[in-house]
């Protein structure tokens, strides 16, 4: 289990940037792969962006060369740095931990709220 504590949520206006932050506790953190979902009302969780133990990162189309996912081993912290918000950006933001060799992302934060306003 890897308790995961999301922060950096909040209003922007549209063209703005918000750096969400996801802090994990335990020893084992750089051991698991990470990746920020989102969730708009209405609709299903969606995977915006992921980072594996190694580095290697991917993103949903809909955020590529707005989105940047990172990590900080030491700091056992990842973070989503989004830049040129859209609306469609809002929604509550969620990390998660998906342990080594294990397919489905099994430790999950309570989620933080992005809004973006036009």
């Known amino acids: 289990q890897v308790p995961l504590v999301e922060s950096g949520g909040g209003l922007v206006q549209a063209g703005g940037s918000l750096r969400l932050s996801c802090a994990a506790s335990g020893r084992t953190f750089s051991g698991y792969a990470m990746g920020w979902f989102r969730q708009a009302p209405g609709k299903e969780r969606e995977l915006v962006a992921a980072i594996s133990s190694g580095g290697s990162t991917s993103y949903a189309d809909s955020v590529k060369g707005r989105f940047t996912i990172s990590r900080d081993n030491a700091k056992n912290t990842v973070y989503l740095q989004m830049n040129s918000l859209k609306p469609e950006d809002t929604a509550v933001y969620y990390c998660?931990?998906?342990?080594?060799?294990?397919?489905?992302?099994?430790?999950w934060g309570q989620g933080t709220q992005v809004t973006v306003s036009s």
């Open positions: 998660a931990a998906r342990p080594g060799g294990k397919i489905k992302y099994e430790n």
